[in-house]
Nanobody, 121 residues
Framework: QVQLVEFGGGSVQAGGCLNLACEVSGRFDRSRSIGWFRQAPGREREGLAAIYPASGNTFYADSVKGRFTIYRDNVKNTVYLQMSSLKPEDTATYYC??????????????WGQGTQVTVSS
């Protein structure tokens, strides 16, 4: 069984930075990806960034390219999402997930509890 726990959510002003961390425990298929998603009230869940831990290959949604960076620390079994130039539109609950492929949420089978990110004007 794989467990994921997100850390680092909070409130920031527009233009600011925030770093999220996802600690992954348990045995998982490292040939599949770990991703970051977000969901705001009344909106669909959106894939933001994904990484294949073994290779380091990454994928980004157009909405966050150039602003968000996904990293992994394979020793710590942690995946990070570094966010900069934050906008009020980035306000959402952020989730990490494991066992999927890229930015599509359909095949991810393990999900964290989510962490709230609020960006004020």
């Amino acid at each position: 069984q794989v467990q994921l726990v997100e850390f680092g959510g909070g409130s920031v002003q527009a233009g600011g930075c925030l770093n999220l961390a996802c600690e992954v425990s348990g045995r998982f298929d490292r040939s599949r990806s770990i991703g970051w998603f977000r969901q705001a009230p009344g909106r669909e869940r959106e894939g933001l960034a994904a990484i294949y831990p073994a290779s380091g290959n990454t994928f980004y949604a157009d909405s966050v390219k150039g602003r968000f960076t996904i990293y992994r620390d394979n020793v710590k079994n942690t995946v990070y999402l570094q966010m900069s130039s934050l906008k009020p539109e980035d306000t959402a609950t952020y989730y990490c997930a494991a066992g999927g492929y890229g930015l599509l949420d359909t095949y991810y089978t393990y999900w964290g509890q989510g962490t709230q990110v609020t960006v004020s004007s």
